[in-house]
Nanobody, 116 residues
């Protein structure tokens, strides 16, 4: 069973930065991504990255968030800058190790709270 373990969440003031990490129990191939879910809202895509390095970002985070990966450490990162109160959510790591049609694996989530 694949395990994804997120870390790096916390409380930060608006305008601040956080870096989330997602450590996988296997090689990170396929599509790795970050999603978030705010209270009362559906889970939404934040950013994804393919094995080849192609990235995709939600419009709301473009220019502020950066997804990256360290294949040697089987770890995916989400650098979040210029944080806004509306970024407050539980952030989840996602892995589709066989590509877009493969099963989803999820981490347990890490809370990010941005105060105004």
């Amino acid at each position: 069973q694949v395990q994804l373990v997120e870390s790096g969440g916390g409380l930060v003031q608006a305008g601040g930065s956080l870096r989330l990490s997602c450590a996988a129990s296997r090689r990170i191939v396929g599509i790795m991504g970050w999603y978030r879910q705010a209270p009362g809202k559906q889970r939404e895509l934040v950013a994804t990255m393919t094995t080849g390095g192609s990235t995709n970002y939600a419009d709301s985070v473009k220019g502020r968030f950066t997804i990256s990966r360290d294949n040697a450490k089987n770890t995916v990162y989400l650098q979040m800058n210029s944080l806004k109160p509306e970024d407050t959510a539980v952030y989840y790591c996602n892995g589709k190790f066989g590509g877009s049609l493969s099963p989803d694996y999820w981490g347990q989530g890490t809370q990010v709270t941005v105060s105004s």
